[in-house]
């Protein structure tokens, strides 16, 4: 493959997780505004909220021309943040806090969004080792 086209390939994928992980917080946000106003739901709705805006955050600032190593440090707290966003949307349902096809679809998506950073760090790593 060409540079161009890798580079290409790169913005295009980096705008995609871009707008994936704000879409995260986005969601959060409102699924926590329909939680109940009761200490449980606050702190949970806080939480969710905290986390998932997190991963967006902590993604845009790695993907703004940092050092390797940095990078790759930030995507490893991405992962740590999307799946500890997913253990506050099951705690949310399991707890009977709040249920709805909108808090399923986000425990998927955060899932998914998890999975394709995982990847990422792997394949890092799998191309730092060749070029070793």
Do not use: C, H
């Not at 540079?3 to 986005?26: I, P, V």
């Not at 899932?111 to 394949?123: D, E």
């Amino acid at each position: 493959m060409e540079r161009g086209a890798e580079t290409g390939k790169m913005d295009n994928f980096r705008e995609d997780m871009l707008k994936k992980t704000q879409g995260l917080g986005l969601k959060a946000v409102k699924i926590a505004s329909e939680i109940p106003d009761t200490a449980a739901g606050r702190y949970a709705g806080e939480q969710l909220v905290r986390l998932a805006a997190s991963v967006g955050i902590v993604y845009r600032t790695a993907s703004r021309g940092k050092p390797k190593d940095e990078y790759l440090s930030d995507l490893k707290t991405v992962v740590e943040n999307t799946d500890t966003t997913k253990f506050w949307l099951e705690l949310i349902k399991e707890s009977g806090l709040y249920s709805s096809a909108k808090l399923d679809e986000l425990m998927k998506e955060s899932g998914i969004i998890a999975a394709i950073f995982v990847k990422t760090l792997k394949s890092m790593r799998e191309k730092e080792r060749k070029n070793q």
